[in-house]
């Protein structure tokens, strides 16, 4: 049995590492080993699910997933209903017993998985009672603010059902990003395993590219050209359309898929525009982060 | 029926219609299955109306449009219908527009290279899409006479390029010709039959 270790912090800076451990052909049994995991984040959750997935698929063996020593972080993922989207990817043995329903006030969406179109309805539905609140008193939004984060969410989901032929998950959650920004933040998390932007392109627009074609061009194409699989006038501008409101927010999107990453990034956060050879990995992985609001900056 | 001007009118409240839809009893309008859904219903609807017919496509209960919805339920919507190729002959007026519905509709409109009608809660109605300022300008003579002939139409706009507006305008159908009367009718004054 082979062990995969996790990082101690588990977010979108570090998924990644946990992406180029399952990138082999190996089709020995994992153990996902997360004893030391101090802090993880949506993107750590979403993504965690989308390796279990992945190891069960390719191994034939559902991949055992050793829980943190700390109860806090356990207790964290229990209350953003990991334990229950990962009851059908990780063996059971080491699960916490989850209560059926375990929806917490602190929360702002749960980790969900998105098969369907009543799932994107769900989602919505939650958000709207949930995210008023947080946004206006907590992150200092306009009430309005509401309707566009559920707009960005609802689109942000549609990608899966839409393009990615394939599940997929979504979790948000506010964090006080004390130390690398100074302030709160929302953090939205979108992960499949679908064909990714590369294989949903492919048949429409490859041969423009010719021998150019590969998962950058195919992201570019996406997320800066709004190119869509779907030849009709009106599709292809919900990535769009999250990228505008997100920069009115002076948020941060980036938008993983294959072996590249394309990244809107905002002055607080430094980063490459494009990152290209990472391990590669099934789906499409999409990491939002709005801070809080501030006026100067608007 | 309005004596005046020939008009069929049916109003359509889109959260009722929503409602109607079992997997979705919610105000909010997300997914582009759920507007598909909805504007079938819609052309369901209007199939049964005489033509030419007057929809006022009212979103007052809707709380969040997302951008699929706004594509199919009000730029697919009128696309078919401007296309000389539509069913029947019908013309919108959108309503209960909220400031949360302006941009997703705004940008629909200009993606799909149409215009829309939209009335406020006041009454008044204005041109939405991507409006050049000639056709603004005639589409608003019209609308402040609400019925103009066509001598009067070619002697306040004389130049060759108000004549492209105004077929703009008329292949839009922002505006109504009645070319039994040779003229030309604001939806404004083929709403006032209805109300």
Redesign the interface.
């Known amino acids: 049995m082979r062990a995969i270790v996790l990082p101690r912090v588990l977010d979108f800076q570090t998924y990644d590492e946990m992406f180029a451990e399952v990138a082999s052909d190996s089709t020995e049994a994992v153990v996902l080993d997360g004893m030391n995991l101090d802090w993880i984040d949506p993107n750590g959750m979403v993504n965690l699910l989308a390796v279990g997935s992945v190891v069960r698929d390719k191994t034939g063996h559902t991949p055992r997933l050793i829980l943190p020593k700390g109860g806090e972080v356990t207790s964290y993922m229990e209350r953003m209903g990991f334990f229950r989207a990962a009851r059908e990817i990780f063996s059971t043995g080491d699960l916490v017993k989850q209560k059926e329903d375990g929806e917490t006030s602190d929360v702002l969406l749960e980790v969900t998985q998105i098969t369907q179109?009543?799932d994107?309805?769900k989602v919505?539905?939650k958000v709207?009672n949930r995210a008023g609140a947080i946004l206006t008193n907590t992150l200092d939004y306009a009430p309005?603010a509401v309707?566009?984060f559920?707009?960005v969410l609802?689109?942000v989901c549609?990608n899966i059902?839409?393009h990615a032929e394939s599940a997929g998950w979504v979790a948000a959650q506010t964090y006080n990003w004390s130390h690398r920004l100074g302030r709160l933040v929302v953090v939205i998390s979108v992960t499949d395993l679908g064909v990714g932007f590369r294989g949903s392109l492919s048949s429409e627009h490859s041969n423009r590219f010719g021998k150019n074609w590969d998962d950058t061009r195919a992201l570019e194409a996406v997320f800066v050209h709004g190119l869509t699989r779907f030849p009709d006038?009106?599709?292809g501008?919900?990535i769009q359309?999250i990228r505008k409101q997100v920069r009115k927010w002076n948020g941060m999107i980036s938008v993983r898929s294959g072996t590249s990453r394309i990244i809107d990034a905002p002055h607080w956060f430094e980063s490459a525009s494009l990152q290209e050879g990472l391990p590669s990995f099934p789906g499409t992985q999409i990491n939002i982060v709005v801070p809080k609001r501030i006026q100067h900056e608007l | 029926m309005n004596s005046e001007i020939r008009m069929n009118y049916l109003s359509i409240d889109v959260g009722m219609v929503l409602h109607g839809l079992n997997?979705?009893p919610?105000p909010?309008l997300?997914?582009?299955?759920?507007g598909r859904d909805v504007r079938g219903v819609i052309e369901e609807k209007l199939s049964k109306v005489k033509t030419p017919a007057l929809s006022r496509i009212d979103f007052t209960a809707i709380?969040?449009?997302?951008?699929?919805c706004a594509?199919e339920i009000v730029?697919?919507l009128l696309v078919r219908f401007i296309d000389t190729s539509r069913p029947q002959e019908a013309f919108f007026i959108l309503s209960g527009l909220l400031?949360?519905h302006q941009d997703?509709v705004a940008?629909?409109l200009e993606?799909?290279g149409t215009l829309a009608v939209a009335q406020d809660n006041g009454g008044s109605l204005e041109l939405l899409g991507n409006v050049s300022s000639k056709e603004e300008k005639i589409w608003q003579f019209i609308e402040t006479k609400g019925i103009v002939t066509i001598d009067e139409i070619n002697s306040a706009f004389m130049e060759k390029n108000d004549q492209i507006a105004l077929r703009r305008l008329i292949a839009q159908r922002v505006v109504f010709q009645e070319t039994a009367r040779n003229s030309y009718c604001s939806l404004g004054r083929a709403i006032e039959g209805w109300e």
């Open positions: 179109n009543s994107i309805h919505v539905d709207q309005n309707v566009q559920s707009v609802s689109e549609q059902i839409e006038m009106g599709r501008q919900g359309q | 997997s979705s919610s909010y997300v997914t582009r299955t759920t709380e969040v449009m997302d951008f699929s594509d730029a697919r400031p949360n997703p940008e629909v993606r799909q």
